[in-house]
């Protein structure tokens, strides 16, 4: 039976999934690990027919004592019920793009799927959520969209005012039923913190409050799939996974895949500007050695202090880490550049997460002989960044029907400071 622990507790008080993903963050400030890791034959994945049925068999897996089969099914193929293709760029080098959801980013897999596992838990406990969302840009819109609508949730977003491009806003405030947005005048770190202290807050401590980021468990789980379906899509076999990242939530859902039993030799972490985590693998760094965050063109990956890095080194450890995950940092102007060169050369138009990763790519296979195919996580669809595609490539973002159509949509945004105080009088 798999039971999760709060990686700051020294006792590992076993919890439940359902009281782990209901918690979000545990009550002394650590995030949650499972105790320990299903390990499943590779034919789970790769004799699977879809995403969908991936997930069917591997969330099975995980949550068998705690939901009938009968109940997950329907909730995996309403959640994951869209593409995931993997898209051959060059000689071992592919892309798969993981924004063909609701909201064109990596973010509605982890979020559509936890929105209908916490529906499922509260409805059969008759209890109800206030879901507390700091986020740079799609995590917001993800869980907005996933989330909207059901009764026993009401969700909270916060973001920081004018670090999100025109579009990301746009789908952070329209108005969604059982959902409020706060623009914070400061950065995401602010967010972040004022979610962290209304957690602790005696003041608040009578409300039901849950996150819903990727510190929470119940996103973790749906990003080990695509991990896997990629490798369904390449026949089985070894596979590099190059990840754009943040606040690190992407990457540990691959490290949970190739914990599972997947077969990956080596993880790239491509950050932006914000080069805590690389430079902790190349041992510039200590662990916990984080910086404030700077503002990039990959905003979504704009996170100074990442919070699954706790998870990650909880898990494995620093040698561990080192030894299997190779990490690089691509500032602006290295993103601008590759992705010209990608649309130049393949034709590819990359939104500047990808490119991160695209670059992160060239610049292992440069520096290393390792002939392993490479899968690079797309993470957003380019439609979401027409600046950034404008800059770098001259020409305008393929056009996307699910953006177009929020621009006639009502919405409804209020400007708060970025102190808990400011977010409790709108609470309280
Ligand atoms: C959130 C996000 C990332 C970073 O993912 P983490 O899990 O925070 O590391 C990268 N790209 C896009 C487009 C994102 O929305």
């Known amino acids: 039976m798999v039971r999760y622990f709060s990686t700051r507790d020294s006792h590992k008080t076993p919890l439940s999934f359902a009281?782990?993903?209901?918690?979000?963050?545990?009550?002394?400030?650590?995030?949650?690990?499972?105790?320990?890791?299903?390990t499943l034959s590779p034919s789970a994945w790769l004799e699977a027919s879809s995403l969908a049925e991936v997930g069917v068999k591997v969330l099975g897996e995980w949550l068998k004592e705690e939901i009938p089969a009968a109940d997950l099914e329907p909730i995996v193929r309403d959640a994951l019920n869209?593409?995931?293709?993997?898209?051959?760029?060059?000689?071992?080098?592919y892309v798969l793009e993981l924004f063909h959801g609701p909201t064109l980013s990596f973010k509605d897999f982890g979020a559509r799927t936890m929105a209908?596992?916490?529906?499922?838990?509260?409805?059969?406990?008759g209890e109800r959520r206030i879901i507390l969302v700091a986020t740079s840009g799609?995590?917001?819109?993800?869980?907005?969209?996933?989330?909207?609508?059901?009764?026993?949730?009401e969700v909270v977003l916060l973001y920081p005012k004018g670090k999100v491009s025109d579009v990301q806003e746009r789908q952070l405030i329209v108005r969604r039923k059982g959902v409020r947005s706060f623009a914070v005048e400061g950065s995401f770190d602010d967010c972040q913190r004022m979610v962290k202290e209304a957690f602790v807050d005696p003041q608040l401590s009578h409300l039901p409050l849950?996150?819903?980021n990727s510190i929470n468990i119940g996103r973790l789980l749906p990003q080990t799939l695509y991990y896997l379906w990629a490798a369904r899509q390449l026949g089985g076999g070894a596979v590099n996974f190059c990840v754009p990242s943040g606040n690190l939530g992407n990457l540990t859902g691959g490290i949970l895949a190739a914990l599972m039993g997947q077969d990956v030799p080596r993880f790239l972490a491509a950050h932006n500007a914000n080069h805590f985590f690389p430079n902790f693998?190349?041992?510039?760094?200590?662990?916990?050695?984080?910086?404030?965050?700077?503002?990039?063109?990959s905003n979504a990956?704009?996170?100074?202090?990442?919070?699954?890095f706790e998870r990650l080194y909880t898990l494995l450890g620093a040698n561990k880490l080192r030894a299997w995950v190779w990490g690089t940092v691509v500032l602006d102007d290295a993103t601008l550049e590759r992705m010209r060169q990608t649309y130049a050369r393949y034709g590819y138009i990359a939104c500047p997460h990808t490119a991160v990763g695209l670059e992160a790519v060239a610049r292992y296979r440069a520096a290393t002989a390792d002939p392993t195919p490479i899968v690079t996580l797309s993470t957003a669809h380019p439609a979401k960044f027409p600046e950034a595609v404008a800059g770098a490539l001259g020409i305008q973002a393929p056009k996307e029907a699910a953006l177009e159509e929020l621009w006639g949509r009502e919405v409804a945004v209020e400007t708060i400071p970025p102190t808990v105080e400011a977010l409790k009088q709108h609470l309280l």
Not at 116 to 125: D, E, H, I, P, V
Request: charged content about 15%.
């Open 301 to 308: 990956m704009d996170v100074g202090a990442p919070s699954n």
């Open 281 to 297: 693998l190349a041992g510039r760094a200590e662990a916990y050695q984080f910086h404030p965050t700077l503002a990039t063109l």
């Open 210 to 212: 849950s996150s819903a």
């Open 138 to 153: 799609d995590t917001g819109s993800a869980v907005a969209d996933g989330f909207a609508g059901q009764d026993n949730i």
């Open 116 to 125: 209908r596992l916490m529906q499922y838990f509260l409805a059969r406990r």
């Open 19 to 38: 009281e782990a993903l209901l918690k979000g963050l545990a009550p002394d400030g650590g995030l949650y690990l499972p105790d320990r890791i299903p």
């Open 82 to 93: 869209f593409p995931c293709p993997l898209i051959p760029l060059s000689d071992g080098v």
